[in-house]
Every structure is written in C-alpha cells, then in structure tokens.
C-alpha cells in the first residue's frame, strides 16, 4: 500500500514542478504528451507492485526472430 | 533546433570509446569464449574488422545530410510516414538497450557487490543519476566524459600490468582445435554487442564541431574501444582459461580478484567494477538522452527536457517486467538480440543511405 502512495505522490510532485512553467508558455501539446506518458509509467509501476504479470513485449520479438536465429544457428553450427 | 549545444571531435573520439567499452566489458567474455572456446580472440578480431564496415556505413550516411540527426534524416528521406515508423522502430530499440543496460547493473551490484539491498533501490539510484546528467544536456555530458577519461586509463593500465604476472600461455592452445565454424559464431554474437550500436552515433554527429575529424576520430573510436575489450578477452583466456571463463558470469570481475603482489595489492577487483561503472553510466545517460530528443523531434515537441522524468519512469518499470528472470534475458540475448540488432542498426540505415543516395542525384 505504502508504495503505491509512494509511487502517486513521487508523480504528483514531479507533475507540480513540471507543468506550472508549460501552462505559462502555452505548450498544451507537450502538457498532453508528459501526462500521458507519466500516467502510463504510474499504472505500469501500480501493477507491478500488485504483482500482476504484464505480458512482456520480449516473447513476441523472439517468437518473430526465432525462424531466423534457428537458420544462423544451423548455418554455423 | 532542439539541442544548442556543440561538442568537440575529440569528446566526440571520448564517447565512443566509452560507448564499445561499457556494457561488453563484464559479459562479452564470457558469452564470446562459450562459443569459440579458446579462439575467442580470434572471433573478436574477425567482428572488429565487420564493426569498421559498420562505422564506414554510418559516416556515409551521417555526411550525406551533415546538419540533421538520425530521426531528421529518416523522415528527409523515406518521407514523412515511412521515415516516423523507421525512426520509432529505432527509438524502441534505443528504449529496450537502456532498460537492458539498467539491468544488467542490477543483476550485478545485487548478485557481487551489494548481495543484500534490493535490485529496484539501485536501479532507481542510478537512473536518478542518469537523469540529472541527460537534463543538463549533451555538452555536460561528453564534457565530464572527457575528464573522467585518464581515470579510465589509468585503471585499466593497472589492471593489464598486474595480470602480466599471471599469464599462462598453454591456456590459448590449442588454436583452431574445432576449426572455423565455432569462430564464426562467436563473431556474429559479438557483432550486436558493442559494434553495430553505434548507430546511436548518427544522433550526436551533427551536433560535432569538424565534420572531417569527425570521421577519422568515429574509426579511430571503434578501434580503440575495440582494443580494450580485445585485451580483456584475451587476458581473461590467458589467466582464467577458456572452461572458468565460459563458466563464471562476469569473467573480468574475476580478473580483478586474481590480482595479487607481494601479498599485500591484493583484492583490487574493485577496480574493474568502477571500470564498468563509469562506463555503463555514461552509455546509459547518452542513450537516454537520446531517446529523449530522438522522441520530442518525433512528436515535434518544443522540449525534450519535460520527457526526461517520464521516460525514467517508463524505463525503470520496463526493465522490472520485460524479463521475469536472468534465464530469460540470457536466453533472448543468445537467439533474437543479434538479428533484432541487426535488422535496426544495419539493414535500415543501409536502405536509408541506398534511398538517399537515389534521391540526391
């Protein structure tokens, strides 16, 4: 529990001293890109906190190389 | 313009060096003598050789628009949808190298140096760490790259001349025992290791004071780089041997604690960590700045610096989850890390120059 309040406030504060500057000079396009952005990181930390398994990017990489890595493998072994 | 700032060809020679020797140094040896054996020096020296064809490619390529950066060149040349998938692509691979980099210092001050703090405290420091040098900018940090650099010689002198009396030349027969098929393997791992992430360098090119010294000092680079870790590979077969260093996970760590004179210069393996460490920071920081600036120049942001925290964020909890266990991470490196590395950083900038060239004429 502690943590996740860890992880909420860490963002809030990075937020308070981030966005206030932005407002003044009228970036609204990075405003909505550094929110997005926080907001996926938080709610990927949250659920590794929950101990939640996230599917890992990795496996679909490997599974679309492994036709390829399994022929240089052959070739040189 | 997003980045200001202008870096000198001689910080630029610096970085590079950095760049090949960190991240290789702890785990090259091990993976390159698992595969050739005893002949590991000479799968090295075969990959150097293809890493100076790499860096040709990456010169031609960086001087056919010397003004603009990697992702700029990519979508001057394919256009503006093509070119923004092509440098997301690179930008993904940017992001998985500093989650892997983040990692692998993870897994080491966890399993050697500090067995008893928990892995995320010291990822989380030293991504802080990182963070502050990429938002003070690219000429901060080559610039303390550059006076960090006699530190890095100096250690790495001591390390090469108090091993001399440790060499056992019987270790390296005998040459070609199983002929050239396990060298070849050896060299094609290595190529994805430190040599074709050099592309990396086609961000910061255009940001280089002289554009011809440039090009001298990016071989000049690779070479040097190149010969470190060919010195710690073949010191690493000629005192542990080729079976301990196959076994051990961080073969030159070991190096270090072999070290010993007169019984009283003794246990200074430290001295290869804080190698590694300055190394890796500095390839960890350059990389995360450039995925910063790579991304706002894709997003056609004002500012890359409101990135930074975020992608810290993004990075840190990437590397937790993208590999559940060690077992996992090593078996992605020994199938898909080499083609994946290669598709990116060779078959892409290679289309991009043969479109370029196509295109100027």
């Given at each position: 529990m502690w943590a996740i309040i860890g992880t909420v406030c860490t963002g809030a504060i990075i937020s308070f001293f981030e966005i206030p500057p932005l407002i003044k000079k009228k970036c609204w396009k990075e405003i909505v890109i550094f929110v997005l952005l926080l907001l996926v990181g938080m709610t990927l930390s949250i659920l590794i906190i929950k101990d939640i398994t996230i599917p890992t990017p990795i496996d679909w990489i490997t599974k679309i190389y492994s036709p390829l890595a399994h022929f240089m493998d052959r070739i040189l072994s | 313009m997003l980045e200001k700032g202008k870096i000198s060809s001689g910080e630029f020679l610096i970085m590079v060096i950095i760049f090949n020797i960190g991240g290789a140094i702890l785990t090259l040896p091990s993976v390159l003598v698992s595969l050739a054996k005893q002949d590991g020096w000479i799968a090295y020296i075969i990959a150097t050789l293809i890493g100076l064809c790499f860096v040709l490619l990456f010169t031609r390529l960086a001087l056919l628009?010397?003004?603009?950066?990697y992702i700029e060149v990519n979508e001057k040349i394919f256009g503006i949808w093509i070119g923004k998938i092509s440098a997301l692509l690179f930008l993904l691979y940017l992001y998985y190298l500093s989650s892997a980099l983040l990692s692998e210092i993870g897994n080491f001050f966890s399993t050697?140096?500090?067995?008893?703090?928990?892995?995320e405290m010291i990822m989380i420091l030293f991504i802080l760490t990182s963070l502050f040098g990429a938002r003070l900018g690219l000429e901060v940090i080559c610039r303390t790259a550059f006076f960090f650099f006699p530190w890095l010689v100096l250690l790495l002198f001591i390390l090469f001349v108090f091993l001399i009396p440790d060499i056992?030349?019987?270790?390296?027969?005998?040459?070609?025992e199983e002929g050239m098929k396990p060298i070849m393997r050896g060299s094609y791992h290595s190529?994805?290791?430190?040599?074709?992430?050099?592309?990396?360098?086609l961000m910061i090119?255009?940001?280089?004071?002289e554009k011809a010294e440039m090009k001298k000092n990016f071989y000049l680079g690779t070479i040097l780089g190149g010969g470190v870790l060919f010195l710690v590979i073949i010191f690493s077969i000629l005192v542990l041997g080729a079976d301990n260093t196959a076994r051990l996970n961080y073969p030159s760590y070991k190096l270090g604690m072999r070290i010993s004179i007169g019984?009283?210069?003794?246990?200074?393996?430290v001295i290869v960590a804080f190698i590694w460490v300055f190394t890796e920071y500095f390839k960890l920081t350059i990389c995360f700045y450039g995925l910063a600036l790579g991304l706002a120049q894709l997003l056609g942001l004002?500012?890359?610096?409101?990135l930074l925290f975020p992608l810290a964020f993004l990075i840190l909890t990437f590397t937790i989850?993208?590999?559940?266990d060690i077992v996992h991470y090593q078996n992605f490196m020994a199938t898909a890390w080499t083609p994946l590395s290669l598709t990116i950083c060779f078959i892409l900038p290679l289309l991009l120059l043969i479109v370029g060239k196509i295109r100027k004429k």
């Open positions: - | 628009y010397p003004s603009m950066n050697q140096v500090l067995v008893e703090t928990p892995m056992k030349f019987e270790n390296l027969q005998p040459v070609f190529l994805a290791l430190p040599y074709v992430q050099l592309v990396f360098f090119t255009p940001y280089v004071h019984n009283f210069f003794e246990r200074v393996e004002k500012n890359y610096k409101i989850f993208s590999h559940p």
